[in-house]
Protein backbone atom coordinates (compact mmCIF):
# COMPACT_ATOMS: atom_id res chain seq x y z
CA UNK A 1 0.00 0.00 0.00
CA UNK A 2 1.26 3.56 -0.93
CA UNK A 3 -0.11 6.95 -0.96
CA UNK A 4 1.28 9.73 -3.05
CA UNK A 5 0.91 13.29 -2.38
CA UNK A 6 2.82 15.24 -5.36
CA UNK A 7 2.74 18.54 -4.00
CA UNK A 8 5.62 19.43 -1.15
CA UNK A 9 4.38 23.10 -1.14
CA UNK A 10 1.10 24.66 -2.11
CA UNK A 11 0.24 28.47 -1.97
CA UNK A 12 -2.67 29.80 -2.58
CA UNK A 13 -4.68 33.25 -2.48
CA UNK A 14 -7.11 33.82 0.74
CA UNK A 15 -10.46 32.89 -1.14
CA UNK A 16 -9.57 31.21 -4.07
CA UNK A 17 -10.30 28.10 -4.11
CA UNK A 18 -8.06 25.07 -2.68
CA UNK A 19 -7.29 21.29 -3.98
CA UNK A 20 -4.77 19.12 -2.83
CA UNK A 21 -3.88 16.19 -4.61
CA UNK A 22 -3.69 12.60 -3.10
CA UNK A 23 -3.43 9.12 -5.27
CA UNK A 24 -2.95 5.72 -3.39
CA UNK A 25 -2.38 1.97 -4.45
CA UNK A 26 -4.12 -1.45 -2.70
CA UNK A 27 -4.89 -4.43 -3.72
CA UNK A 28 -8.53 -3.64 -2.20
CA UNK A 29 -11.01 -1.23 -0.61
CA UNK A 30 -9.11 1.12 1.27
CA UNK A 31 -10.39 3.40 4.12
CA UNK A 32 -8.86 6.99 3.30
CA UNK A 33 -8.25 9.98 5.56
CA UNK A 34 -7.02 13.73 6.14
CA UNK A 35 -4.86 14.33 8.72
CA UNK A 36 -3.95 18.18 9.36
CA UNK A 37 -1.17 19.39 11.48
CA UNK A 38 -1.43 23.60 12.53
CA UNK A 39 1.43 25.28 13.45
CA UNK A 40 2.43 24.00 17.04
CA UNK A 41 -0.24 21.87 17.23
CA UNK A 42 -0.86 17.78 17.24
CA UNK A 43 -1.73 16.18 14.56
CA UNK A 44 -5.44 15.43 14.31
CA UNK A 45 -7.64 13.90 11.80
CA UNK A 46 -9.26 16.23 9.45
CA UNK A 47 -11.82 14.12 7.60
CA UNK A 48 -11.97 10.21 6.43
CA UNK A 49 -14.26 8.99 3.65
CA UNK A 50 -16.71 6.66 5.11
CA UNK A 51 -17.65 9.56 6.73
CA UNK A 52 -18.72 11.84 4.12
CA UNK A 53 -18.38 14.76 5.83
CA UNK A 54 -17.32 18.66 5.43
CA UNK A 55 -15.18 19.75 8.08
CA UNK A 56 -13.95 23.27 8.36
CA UNK A 57 -15.40 23.61 4.37
CA UNK A 58 -13.12 20.81 3.18
CA UNK A 59 -14.78 18.06 1.22
CA UNK A 60 -12.58 14.83 0.00
CA UNK A 61 -14.25 12.26 -2.70
CA UNK A 62 -12.98 8.69 -2.89
CA UNK A 63 -12.15 7.74 -6.72
CA UNK A 64 -12.13 4.76 -6.99
CA UNK A 65 -10.96 4.75 -11.23
CA UNK A 66 -8.48 6.99 -10.57
CA UNK A 67 -7.48 5.68 -6.99
CA UNK A 68 -7.13 9.27 -6.00
CA UNK A 69 -8.85 11.23 -2.50
CA UNK A 70 -7.96 14.97 -3.32
CA UNK A 71 -8.85 17.28 -0.57
CA UNK A 72 -10.77 20.70 -2.01
CA UNK A 73 -12.26 23.62 -0.35
CA UNK A 74 -14.11 25.94 -2.32
CA UNK A 75 -12.44 29.54 -0.54
CA UNK A 76 -9.38 29.37 0.89
CA UNK A 77 -9.01 30.92 4.61
CA UNK A 78 -5.71 32.09 6.54
CA UNK A 79 -6.60 29.45 9.17
CA UNK A 80 -6.00 26.60 6.29
CA UNK A 81 -2.41 27.23 6.68
CA UNK A 82 -1.04 23.71 7.90
CA UNK A 83 0.65 20.56 6.60
CA UNK A 84 -1.86 18.31 4.96
CA UNK A 85 -1.02 14.64 5.33
CA UNK A 86 -3.01 11.81 3.15
CA UNK A 87 -2.97 8.05 4.95
CA UNK A 88 -4.83 5.22 4.13
CA UNK A 89 -5.92 1.93 5.98
CA UNK A 90 -5.98 -1.39 4.57
CA UNK A 91 -9.43 -3.09 4.50
CA UNK A 92 -8.21 -6.74 5.81
CA UNK A 93 -9.61 -7.68 8.95
CA UNK A 94 -7.66 -6.37 12.31
CA UNK A 95 -5.12 -4.08 10.29
CA UNK A 96 -4.80 -0.62 12.24
CA UNK A 97 -1.77 -0.03 10.44
CA UNK A 98 -1.94 3.41 8.61
CA UNK A 99 0.48 4.47 5.39
CA UNK A 100 0.77 8.31 5.06
CA UNK A 101 1.84 10.46 2.47
CA UNK A 102 4.78 12.79 2.26
CA UNK A 103 2.54 15.86 2.98
CA UNK A 104 1.81 19.14 1.25
CA UNK A 105 2.74 22.36 3.43
CA UNK A 106 -0.73 24.56 3.02
CA UNK A 107 0.11 28.51 2.69
CA UNK A 108 -2.77 30.45 2.18
CA UNK A 109 -1.68 34.58 0.93
CA UNK A 110 -3.75 36.82 2.55
CA UNK B 1 -7.98 14.54 29.19
CA UNK B 2 -4.76 15.96 28.46
CA UNK B 3 -4.41 13.67 25.66
CA UNK B 4 -1.50 11.44 24.43
CA UNK B 5 1.52 12.22 26.36
CA UNK B 6 4.81 11.94 25.12
CA UNK B 7 8.19 12.66 27.09
CA UNK B 8 10.90 14.43 26.50
CA UNK B 9 9.55 16.69 23.82
CA UNK B 10 13.22 17.45 22.91
CA UNK B 11 16.57 15.18 23.15
CA UNK B 12 20.12 15.61 22.21
CA UNK B 13 22.39 12.75 22.35
CA UNK B 14 25.85 11.71 21.30
CA UNK B 15 26.32 8.56 18.97
CA UNK B 16 26.20 5.72 20.23
CA UNK B 17 24.40 6.89 23.27
CA UNK B 18 21.25 5.15 24.46
CA UNK B 19 17.99 6.97 23.92
CA UNK B 20 14.44 5.97 25.62
CA UNK B 21 11.01 7.84 24.39
CA UNK B 22 8.35 7.50 26.58
CA UNK B 23 4.49 7.66 26.13
CA UNK B 24 0.95 7.73 28.01
CA UNK B 25 -1.58 6.62 25.62
CA UNK B 26 -5.39 7.78 26.37
CA UNK B 27 -6.94 6.09 29.18
CA UNK B 28 -9.22 3.58 27.77
CA UNK B 29 -7.71 3.34 24.60
CA UNK B 30 -6.50 -0.14 23.47
CA UNK B 31 -4.31 0.76 20.81
CA UNK B 32 -1.21 2.42 20.59
CA UNK B 33 1.00 3.30 17.64
CA UNK B 34 4.86 4.21 17.40
CA UNK B 35 5.83 6.82 14.14
CA UNK B 36 9.02 8.37 13.00
CA UNK B 37 8.92 11.54 11.08
CA UNK B 38 11.28 12.56 8.42
CA UNK B 39 11.79 14.67 5.66
CA UNK B 40 12.73 12.02 3.31
CA UNK B 41 10.48 9.15 4.39
CA UNK B 42 7.39 11.17 5.82
CA UNK B 43 5.37 9.20 8.33
CA UNK B 44 6.23 6.11 9.03
CA UNK B 45 4.46 3.43 11.27
CA UNK B 46 7.01 1.16 13.59
CA UNK B 47 5.45 -0.69 15.74
CA UNK B 48 1.20 -0.65 17.18
CA UNK B 49 0.20 -2.89 20.20
CA UNK B 50 -3.55 -3.80 21.06
CA UNK B 51 -4.00 -4.62 24.60
CA UNK B 52 -0.76 -4.04 25.20
CA UNK B 53 0.77 -6.64 22.60
CA UNK B 54 3.43 -5.53 19.83
CA UNK B 55 0.90 -6.88 16.81
CA UNK B 56 3.06 -5.47 13.87
CA UNK B 57 6.51 -4.56 14.39
CA UNK B 58 7.21 -4.74 10.49
CA UNK B 59 8.23 -0.85 10.26
CA UNK B 60 11.24 -1.19 12.85
CA UNK B 61 14.30 -0.28 11.20
CA UNK B 62 16.49 -2.90 12.55
CA UNK B 63 17.55 -4.19 15.95
CA UNK B 64 18.69 -1.05 17.64
CA UNK B 65 15.34 -0.58 18.02
CA UNK B 66 13.12 -1.81 19.92
CA UNK B 67 9.78 -1.10 22.15
CA UNK B 68 7.31 -2.13 25.08
CA UNK B 69 4.18 -1.39 26.52
CA UNK B 70 4.56 -2.60 30.08
CA UNK B 71 1.29 -1.58 30.94
CA UNK B 72 -2.04 -0.15 29.74
CA UNK B 73 -1.28 3.27 30.48
CA UNK B 74 2.59 3.50 29.43
CA UNK B 75 4.81 2.64 26.57
CA UNK B 76 8.20 2.71 25.44
CA UNK B 77 10.80 3.12 22.34
CA UNK B 78 14.60 2.47 22.93
CA UNK B 79 17.42 2.83 20.68
CA UNK B 80 20.70 1.51 21.54
CA UNK B 81 22.72 2.64 20.43
CA UNK B 82 21.67 5.62 18.54
CA UNK B 83 22.82 6.98 15.41
CA UNK B 84 22.62 10.17 13.72
CA UNK B 85 20.66 8.81 10.76
CA UNK B 86 18.30 7.74 13.97
CA UNK B 87 17.56 12.05 14.23
CA UNK B 88 13.70 12.20 13.67
CA UNK B 89 10.47 13.48 15.47
CA UNK B 90 8.89 10.40 17.02
CA UNK B 91 5.38 10.23 17.56
CA UNK B 92 2.81 8.14 19.82
CA UNK B 93 -0.65 7.58 18.81
CA UNK B 94 -3.75 5.94 20.67
CA UNK B 95 -6.85 4.89 19.74
CA UNK B 96 -9.97 3.56 21.65
CA UNK B 97 -10.75 0.54 19.30
CA UNK B 98 -9.91 -1.35 16.13
CA UNK B 99 -11.11 1.77 13.04
CA UNK B 100 -11.30 4.21 15.20
CA UNK B 101 -9.50 7.52 14.99
CA UNK B 102 -5.50 7.48 16.21
CA UNK B 103 -5.13 10.41 18.63
CA UNK B 104 -1.23 11.49 18.38
CA UNK B 105 0.69 12.92 21.08
CA UNK B 106 3.05 16.10 20.50
CA UNK B 107 5.83 13.97 19.77
CA UNK B 108 9.54 14.20 20.68
CA UNK B 109 12.12 15.96 18.39
CA UNK B 110 15.22 13.60 19.03
CA UNK B 111 19.04 14.93 17.28
CA UNK B 112 21.99 12.40 17.20
CA UNK B 113 25.16 14.25 17.17
Known amino acids: QRVTQPEKLLSVFKGAPVELKCNYS??????LFWYVQYSRQRLQLLLR??SRESIKGFTADLNKGETSFHLKKPFAQEEDSAMYYC?????????????FGTGTRLTIIP | DAGVIQSPRHEVTEMGQEVTLRCKPI?????LFWYRQTMMRGLELLIY????????DSGMPEDRFSAKMPNASFSTLKIQPSEPRDSAVYFC???????????FGPGTRLLVL
Open chain 2, 49 to 56: FNNNVPID
Open chain 1, 26 to 31: YSGSPE
Open chain 2, 27 to 31: SGHDY
Open chain 1, 49 to 50: HI
Open chain 1, 87 to 99: ALRGSNFGNEKLT
Open chain 2, 93 to 103: ASSRQSGETQY
